[in-house]
């Protein structure tokens, strides 16, 4: 006899609620959360900080999901819906989301063997502008959008200690440092705003002659790019984060991992050391942190 369609469906619920309660569920406790802010292509991050992962999957004995979203925007938006346990991001956005969301930073890149890093203002080495004076009405290409603290806010920043304010000289960005760079060197704008050491970057050096380039003005050195883990992050969990990652530099194969990453070595890290990020984005955004 053909049941009718009510009493199949009813059947069907019971049998789906008994099948899938005897199947062991992953807790949310037993997974870790990465968000990896968008430096680099999304394809580029991912090849990079798998190896770490794996490592840090082993060391927590928990399932560890990385993700790093297309663009700055979903990247704050996933911060603030919760979705992170631990995220490696800017200084702008890591003073803003400690002040807004409550996150620790604990850890700071060590990159090309500096745990510091200074912004600078790139021109040919013969262009004929030889002070930061002689930006106005020039055009000056930021390295990774507005919200870049080195490419873009710090290099503002030598820019109005000099007395250059931003309505005296032409300013656009661009997604990734390199190409801000590049643009400098095919002479379609005079001036690139990025880190100073950015002629070292392999990416860039094997692009174009680095030697064909100079530093007009660079500012003071900072604290390098932070790791950051959510506020109510138990005691436990947090320690056993940072030694992992901090165990890394004492191994052959955990410096692999950490180049695999980008970075020369991982250093601890504290809220304070963001403070003279937190002075510079006053002067340059008006932003109190």
């Known amino acids: 006899m053909k049941l009718p369609d009510s009493k199949l469906k009813i059947k069907l619920v019971v049998f789906l609620f008994l099948f899938l309660s005897n199947i062991p569920l992953l807790q949310a406790d037993d997974i870790f959360r990465i968000g990896i802010f968008p430096r680099r292509s999304v394809e580029d991050s991912k090849k990079m900080f798998t190896p770490l992962t794996a490592y840090l999957e082993q060391q927590l004995s928990k399932k560890i999901v990385l993700d790093v979203p297309p663009d700055m925007p979903a990247f704050w938006s996933r911060l603030e819906e919760g979705n992170y346990d631990l995220v490696h991001l800017n200084q702008y956005h890591y003073v803003r989301a400690h002040a807004k969301l409550g996150w ?9 063997g500096e745990d510091t890093i200074a912004a600078a203002l790139w021109v040919l080495n013969d262009s004929n502008i030889k ?7 020039k055009l000056i290409v930021f390295g990774g959008g507005d919200h870049a603290m080195v490419a873009s806010i710090m290099t503002r920043d030598i820019l109005l200690q000099a007395g250059i304010n931003d309505d005296d000289y032409i300013g656009m960005t661009t997604i990734h440092p390199m190409k801000s760079v590049i643009s400098v060197y095919y002479k379609q704008a005079d001036v690139a705003g990025v880190s100073a050491s950015v002629d070292k970057i392999p990416a860039i050096s094997n692009e174009i002659d680095t030697e064909k380039l100079r530093i007009l003005a660079k500012s003071e050195p900072v604290a390098h790019l932070p790791w950051a ?25 955990g410096l692999k991992v950490l180049k695999s990453a980008g970075l020369t070595g991982i250093r601890s890290a504290n809220d304070s ?14 932003e109190q942190y």
């Not at 002070?131 to 009405?137: E, G, I, P, T």
């Not at 883990?229 to 194969?253: F, K, M, P």
């Not at 050391?273 to 008006?286: C, P, T, W």
Request: overall charge negative; cysteine-free; aromatic content about 2%.
């Open 104 to 112: 620790q930073a604990i850890l700071k890149n060590e990159e090309l």
């Open 131 to 137: 002070h930061v004076s002689d930006l106005r009405k």
């Open 229 to 253: 883990i959510r506020g109510d992050i138990d005691d436990e969990t947090r320690n056993r984060v940072v030694n992992a990652l901090l165990s890394l530099n004492g191994s052959i194969s």
């Open 273 to 286: 050391d963001y403070d003279k990020h937190r002075e510079i984005i006053n002067r340059v955004l008006n």
